[in-house]
Each structure stands twice: as C-alpha cells, then as structure tokens.
C-alpha cells in the first residue's frame, strides 16, 4: 500500500478552515488531552468513577475497594489532582477527595455511562 495520496484536487478553503478551527481549539484540546490521558489508567478511571458515585473518598477506602496499596493510590490521587481533576479537603486526621466537576465535563457521559451499566447489573 502507498502511503502516497492520490487526490487530484485539493480544497484550499476546507484546509484553512481545518486549520483555523484547530488553532482555535488548541486549548481546549490539550485540556482534553491531559484529561484522556489521566484517565487512560485503569486504576485513576476506576478512582474518578468511585469519586462520581461516592461523591467523596479517603485513600484508605480506596485502598480497600481497588485492592491497591495506600501509597499506590495516593500516588494515582496525586497526579489527578495535579491536573485538577481532583480535589482534597482535610476533616480531622482525613484527607477526602472529591471531583472538580467543571474539570471533568468531558469524562461525566463517561462515567455516567458506567455507573448505568453498573445499575444494568445489579437488577439482573
């Protein structure tokens, strides 16, 4: 297969309003690139989702519900919370974490999504 393209003509107007439409964007999407890429992982995408249904969490329950070390899941929370997609409030000796829901726009279809599919479930 060619990597060559075969187009006889191409549309400079579509081209440069491809272009402006991504230089417009650029924010936007590399907002919506840190976002995918925090929640590409397994363990940090169970963690926003637990953090959507639960509305609040220590680290310790975290550790009990995934099965990951304390340490492990603190550092999960740290880089979530390094891309503000998390938050943290200290209640006594506890730190809670919580969701920036204006941060996570774009993953609540997602995780709503899940939740359905995990109610789907349990009726069954």
Do not use: W
Not at 105 to 110: A, M, Y
């Amino acid at each position: 297969m060619s990597s060559t393209c075969i187009r006889v003509l191409a549309d400079p107007v579509q081209i440069k309003e491809c272009k402006e439409t991504l230089n417009r964007l650029d924010a936007d999407l590399a907002l919506t690139t840190q976002i995918f890429n925090l929640s590409g992982n397994a363990a940090r995408l169970k963690i926003l989702l637990l953090l959507h249904k639960e509305g609040k969490m220590c680290p310790c329950d975290l550790s009990d519900v995934l099965d990951i070390s304390v340490g492990g899941i603190s550092q999960h929370l740290r880089k979530l919370k390094d891309g503000k997609l998390i938050k943290d409030k200290k209640v006594g000796q506890t730190v809670f974490y919580s969701l920036v829901n204006e941060n996570i726009e774009i993953l609540k279809p997602v995780l709503e999504n899940l939740s359905k599919e995990n109610q789907k479930e349990s009726v069954s």
